[in-house]
């Protein structure tokens, strides 16, 4: 692969990449998109939404837009306006210094594949998945790992959330909006949540609990339709009819390839500034789930991007005669 030199680079390609290299190209600053590729960890160009099915809370599409279709006219945009991708993964940075350098493929290779003047950071964030049977089959299709984006398709029906934080019991009390019942399934004898959320669900009469159980096969032909659990502390096993199961177990940001290069906050996510998205090193910026554990939706993604995007055009231009 030829080497080159670029004044942006944008790694990733999920509503944030995409917004941002929207942005940059129609500011005429061409940029080049490293978009990822398929593989067996789940990482893919377009991100998350690629592995959804209808988007119905994305403004502007008031009978909803399929995840793929999106993504694929978010990219044709970009494209329409002079930003050039790449499919390939990102193997190393070097940020020490400026121009930035990326490898793409061997990262003992000698020169860098690319260097940038700046760098958008847009790899986004992997639900934790409980990797068991029909899991990535029904991914979609009954199986969610976001309420919020999904929650209004499962009206009046019984369905179930796995895990016990905050964010398991977040997703159980906004979806007893929707289903008929919502059945907490744990792996422990009680709650990590904090002791509100703990109070909300306990008293919330749509919710239910199931402790000390393991999910271990999600069942269903073209959709949802039960799962099978196991006690973990007399392991028996039985099997529950669901019409959808959301994950909540967490989120990883996919931040490794950043890790001694960019200043990282607890959770794993990169540190940005307030009410802007500059990192600790100078003309890099980061946007969307990558710096973002709170919101992590479509629209926020997109929104981060456009900041990115107008965030390195003005430092561009103070830093470049």
């Known amino acids: 692969m030829s080497n080159t030199h670029n004044k942006i680079v944008i790694i990733g390609s999920g509503p944030a990449g995409l917004t941002a290299a929207i942005y940059t190209a129609r500011a005429d600053l061409k940029p080049l998109v490293i978009e990822g590729e398929p593989s067996s960890t789940g990482d893919q160009p377009g991100g998350q939404l ?41 193997s190393k940075v070097d940020l020490t210094q400026n121009p930035f350098k990326i490898w793409i493929g061997d990262p003992n290779e000698t020169p860098p594949t690319h260097t940038s003047d700046a760098l958008i950071i847009s790899t986004g964030a992997q639900s934790v998945m409980l990797e068991v049977e029909g899991e990535k ?67 919330n009469p749509k919710i239910n609990f199931l402790w000390n159980t393991e999910v271990t096969e999600i069942l269903g032909s073209n959709s949802v339709e039960g799962v099978k659990i ?61 710096q973002d554990h709170k919101y992590r939706q479509a629209i926020t993604a997109a929104g981060s991007g456009c900041m990115a995007a107008i965030d390195a055009e003005h430092w561009l231009e103070a830093n470049q005669n």
């Open 50 to 90: 690629m592995l959804t099915t209808e988007v119905e809370n994305f403004p502007g599409f008031p009978n909803g837009i399929l995840g793929p279709q999106l993504m694929a006219e978010m990219k044709a945009q970009a494209e329409k306006f002079g930003a050039v991708f790449i499919t390939r993964k990102v």
């Open 137 to 203: 089959r029904l991914l979609g299709h009954g199986l969610s790992t976001c309420a919020t984006c999904d929650g209004f398709f499962f009206k009046d029906k019984k369905i179930a959330v796995v895990g016990g934080g905050d964010s398991a019991i977040e997703e159980a009390s906004f979806l007893t909006k929707f289903a008929s019942e919502v059945t907490i399934i744990h792996r422990r004898d009680q709650l990590r949540a904090s002791k509100i959320m703990q109070k909300r669900a306990h008293e």
């Open 230 to 290: 196991k006690n973990t502390k007399t392991l028996e096993e039985t099997k529950i009819d669901l019409e959808g199961i959301f994950i909540a177990i967490g989120h990883t940001p996919n931040t490794s390839l950043f890790s001694n290069e960019l200043l990282i906050d607890d959770l794993g996510y990169i540190k940005t500034g307030p009410n802007n998205t500059t990192t600790n090193v100078e003309g890099v910026f980061a946007c969307g789930d990558v």
